[in-house]
């Protein structure tokens, strides 16, 4: 998606670790016409698919799973992060180990809110080694539900979350590839995402 990358070319900042910082437009400040733009695109590429439920991981997941979701006219079902597990019995849960807090948290949805009917888009904005999605795809999958898909913002293609997704068999469209980053080059994109 050309809009997105001119905009992480713009105003991304590339920091220690493989983090690409972009904290102005999509992870602190938000930029809404922006998300428009990227929901419209979730949208246009998942065309012909049945979702009736698009489900994210708190907290940056939830405004762009938010927007997305108008344009499929379907609810968000966020899964919540919480360092231990003392709710039994009517949540699904997954451990997810965090990229960027080096910390492993259990996530959760309740039961109330995933069904062996749905039809589940998973929407985040990054991808790294892929624990977040492969998390909320064992929600899915503890559910009984249907995942129709993952959508992810910003796919960091260095990283092998990309080919566990794929290899997974999880139909994964991410808006744009960063291929290579640092700080001397910039940022180099997978052809195939301009
Ligand atoms: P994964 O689970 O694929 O390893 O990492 C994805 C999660 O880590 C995303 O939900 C995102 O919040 C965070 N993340 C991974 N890499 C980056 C990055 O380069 N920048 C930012 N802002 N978040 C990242």
């Not at 019995?89 to 948290?105: I, P």
């Not at 949805?109 to 999605?133: E, Q």
């Not at 913002?153 to 068999?169: C, L, M, N, T, Y």
Request: glycine content about 8%; overall charge neutral; charged content about 25%.
């Amino acid at each position: 998606m050309k809009l997105l990358q001119k905009r992480i070319v713009k105003d991304g900042q590339i920091e220690a670790g493989n983090i690409l910082k972009v904290d102005s437009f999509l992870n602190h400040q938000i930029d809404v016409s922006l998300l428009e733009e990227i929901g419209k695109e979730f949208h246009r590429q998942f065309a012909g698919q049945t979702v009736n439920k698009i489900l994210t991981i708190e907290a940056s997941g939830i405004a762009i799973a938010c927007i997305a979701a108008r344009y499929f006219q379907v609810p968000v079902v966020f899964a919540k992060k919480t360092r231990s597990l003392n709710i039994a019995g009517d949540v699904y849960t997954a451990k997810v180990e965090s990229f960027t807090h080096k910390n492993t948290n259990d996530i959760i949805v309740s039961k109330k809110f995933l069904s062996p009917g749905d039809r589940i888009l998973i929407v985040d904005d990054f991808l790294a080694n892929g624990k977040a999605i492969l998390g909320l795809a064992k929600l899915v999958e503890q559910a009984g539900a249907t995942l129709v898909g993952a959508g992810v913002v910003i796919e960091k293609g260095f990283q092998d979350g990309g080919k566990r997704i794929r290899e997974a068999g999880i139909d994964l469209h991410s808006l744009a590839i960063v291929e290579e980053m640092d700080t001397e080059h910039g940022i180099r994109f997978r052809e195939e995402t301009l």
